[in-house]
T-cell receptor, first 114, second 114 residues
Framework: DGGITQSPKYLFRKEGQNVTLSCEQNLNHDAMYWYRQDPGQGLRLIYYSQIVNDFQKGDIAEGYSVSREKKESFPLTVTSAQKNPTAFYLC?????????????FGQGTRLTVV | QQQVKQSPQSLIVQKGGISIINCAYENTAFDYFPWYQQFPGKGPALLIAIRPDVSEKKEGRFTISFNKSAKQFSLHIMDSQPGDSATYFCAANAGGTSYGKLTFGQGTILTVHP
């Protein structure tokens, strides 16, 4: 089955630690995105990548970093510089060659700072 | 100008009733308006979408009404069912070099009572 796989489903981070959230897709999509979801705030874009080895900051990139070494993978690192990292993180992908089209989402990772 | 404003924040409807969620936008470059449905602990999934060259799109019990001049669009859920209870997000996509980035509304928590 084609889709997007995010792991882990739940992640706990201690203060001052960096953690990496995994996102893998087998949809052969060029574009991938990371969103953060907080109650009452919708989904906010953290980073996005159109092609391998290229990525751009979204609206709330501070305290986050990404890499795009493979088409299938777009991991997100939440660094210690992110002051309020507790949130639900969603990865998505789409085929930008289709122009405005459906974005497919993973099942999310819930990150909690302990 | 990139905002999409969604209302209401929460909505309670009786089974069989009509659920209506509204969104408004400012950016006239938006060219694709999807609605996503999200169940607790899951990623959003595309429900229905519309492009600005049509004023209405219907898929089963779900209808999008689009008013280009007012820069507003809405989701109507006819014969609402308890299984429709979820969070609904409107979104907008700007074409061109935006790489398929979606701007989301704040979300509406819909509860359908049996």
């Amino acid at each position: 089955d084609g889709g997007i796989t995010q792991s882990p489903k739940y992640l706990f981070r201690k203060e001052g630690q960096n953690v990496t959230l995994s996102c893998e897709q087998n949809l052969n999509h060029d574009a991938m995105y990371w969103y953060r979801q907080d109650p009452g705030q919708g989904l906010r874009l953290i980073y996005y990548s159109q092609i391998v080895n290229d990525f751009q900051k979204g609206d709330i990139a501070e305290g986050y970093s990404v890499s795009r070494e493979k088409k299938e993978s777009f991991p997100l690192t939440v660094t210690s510089a992110q002051k309020n990292p507790t949130a639900f993180y969603l990865c998505a992908s789409k085929d930008p060659r289709r122009g405005s089209g459906e974005a497919f989402f993973g099942q999310g990772t819930r990150l909690t700072v302990v | 100008q990139q905002q999409v404003k969604q209302s209401p924040q929460s909505l309670i409807v009786q089974k069989g009733g009509i659920s209506i969620i509204n969104c408004a936008y400012e950016n006239t470059a938006f060219d694709y308006f999807p609605w996503y449905q999200q169940f607790p602990g899951k990623g959003p999934a595309l429900l229905i979408a519309i492009r600005p060259d049509v004023s209405e799109k219907k898929e089963g019990r779900f209808t999008i009404s689009f008013n280009k001049s007012a820069k507003q669009f809405s989701l109507h859920i006819m014969d609402s069912q308890p299984g429709d209870s979820a969070t609904y997000f409107c979104a907008a996509n700007a074409g061109g070099t935006s790489y398929g980035k979606l701007t989301f509304g704040q979300g509406t928590i819909l509860t359908v009572h049996p």
